[in-house]
């Protein structure tokens, strides 16, 4: 069992709707989660990150976890063409970080 | 937010060659730099864990020789690939942490690189 796992898509939206990704993982003690996006040909960057549970929001992102269920998700409200990208989910166990290998989103015009 | 300079942005050679790639912190002391290599359309692949003042270590699959990573000081690690063949063709980036919890992986902006 990988220690993040993400699906890798491609998930497609239409322009305005909502886009939902999900990440579970393994380690019961992990302490911290981030989602990063990734352009094609680009490095990834930070987009939000989230250290307990319930769901923080940012503009039109909201990151959601529940520890006890062990998973971490990622929503984007009002979806634009320009979120079309890759998102990586990242996990903080304490002792190490694990990268999901990422979900590819395209949001459609 | 903290920023992570990488450079050469790009780099072209002929076989053979060692390149360098610079990683460097600026605005913040990384405690550890991670090294990872991406081929097109596939995942991010970790190649190597540094640790300010120590030697990396390197994941499974990953020719340490081949792949020389020095973190000499805080804000600065390099990696160099030695005698570099057109399989070693990819795009490498660099992230930092301040080895501080519930912090985030910062990333450079990558290199890629391209072997004739």
């Known amino acids: 069992q990988k220690e993040v796992e993400q699906n890798s898509g491609p998930l497609s939206v239409p322009e305005g709707a909502i886009a939902s990704l999900n990440c579970t993982y393994s380690?019961?003690?992990?302490?911290?989660f981030f989602w990063y996006r990734q352009y094609s040909g680009k490095s990834p960057e930070l987009i939000m990150f989230i250290y307990s549970n319930g769901d923080k929001e940012d503009g039109r992102f909201t990151a959601q976890l529940n520890k006890a269920s062990q998973y971490v998700s990622l929503l984007i409200r009002d979806s634009q063409p320009s979120d079309s990208a890759t998102y990586l989910c990242?996990?903080?166990?304490?002792?190490?970080?694990?990268f999901g290998t990422g979900t590819s989103l395209t949001v459609i015009p | 937010g903290a920023v992570v300079s990488q450079h050469p942005s790009w780099v072209i050679c002929k076989s053979g060659t060692s390149v360098k790639i610079e990683c460097r912190s600026l605005?913040?002391?990384?405690?550890?730099m991670f090294w990872y290599r991406q081929f097109p359309k596939q995942s991010l692949m970790l190649m190597a864990t540094s640790n300010e003042g120590s030697k990396a270590t390197y994941e499974q699959g990953v020719e340490k020789d081949k792949f020389l990573i020095n973190h000499a000081s805080l804000t600065l690690s390099t990696l160099t690939v030695t005698s570099a063949h057109p399989e070693d063709s990819s795009f490498y980036i660099c992230s930092a942490w301040d080895g501080y919890s519930n912090q985030p992986q910062h990333f450079g902006d990558g290199t890629r690189l391209s072997i004739l």
């Open positions: 990242a996990v903080d166990t304490g002792n190490q970080f694990y």
């Open positions: 380690d019961r003690g992990s302490q911290s």
């Open positions: 605005d913040f002391q990384a405690t550890t």
